[in-house]
């Protein structure tokens, strides 16, 4: 279960006020295990004590490293050509079968066009 900054201040605001209560009542930790020092009127000796405020706390931790993949893919094309459309960034998941890019490649749309037209004119000619 991950903590939200909301439940660590609610958490951290309650340890205040247990451990504050706790010495307000005389029952804080002692140094001497657990004997409280009393002086000769039967006071207890004054304890640095602090207001409970609600405050924003940081939770950042900056630390020196590197990512590593957990694998490298080369990948490459079967043809030549210009990228016309990317469907995924760097870092992406990606399934297979998933389509990555999709490529323009002005040679094979050429030899399209002039395949279509042949089509065309044996259809025609056989009318």
């Known amino acids: 279960m991950?903590?939200?900054k909301m439940d660590?201040?609610?958490s951290h605001i309650a340890?205040?006020?247990?451990?504050?209560?706790w010495i307000r009542l005389g029952r804080g930790p002692?140094?001497?295990g657990g004997i409280h020092r009393v002086d000769a009127?039967?006071?207890?000796?004054?304890?640095?004590?602090?207001?409970?405020?609600?405050?924003?706390?940081?939770s950042t931790l900056a630390i020196?490293?590197?990512?590593?993949?957990?694998?490298?893919?080369?990948?490459?094309?079967?043809?030549a050509g210009y990228i016309r459309k990317i469907y995924v960034d760097v870092g992406d998941h990606v399934?297979?079968?998933?389509?990555?890019?999709?490529?323009e490649v002005p040679e094979i749309a050429a030899q399209l066009t002039?395949?279509?037209?042949?089509?065309r004119a044996t259809q025609g000619a056989d009318s």
């Open 95 to 103: 399934k297979e079968g998933q389509t990555l890019a999709v490529l």
């Open 30 to 32: 002692a140094e001497n």
């Open 41 to 58: 009127n039967g006071d207890v000796p004054p304890a640095a004590v602090a207001r409970v405020e609600r405050r924003n706390m940081g």
């Open 114 to 119: 002039g395949a279509e037209a042949a089509v």
């Open 15 to 21: 340890r205040q006020a247990v451990l504050l209560t």
């Open 8 to 10: 660590v201040c609610r």
């Open 64 to 79: 020196a490293g590197e990512f590593k993949p957990f694998q490298d893919v080369d990948v490459h094309a079967k043809v």
């Open 2 to 4: 991950m903590k939200t």
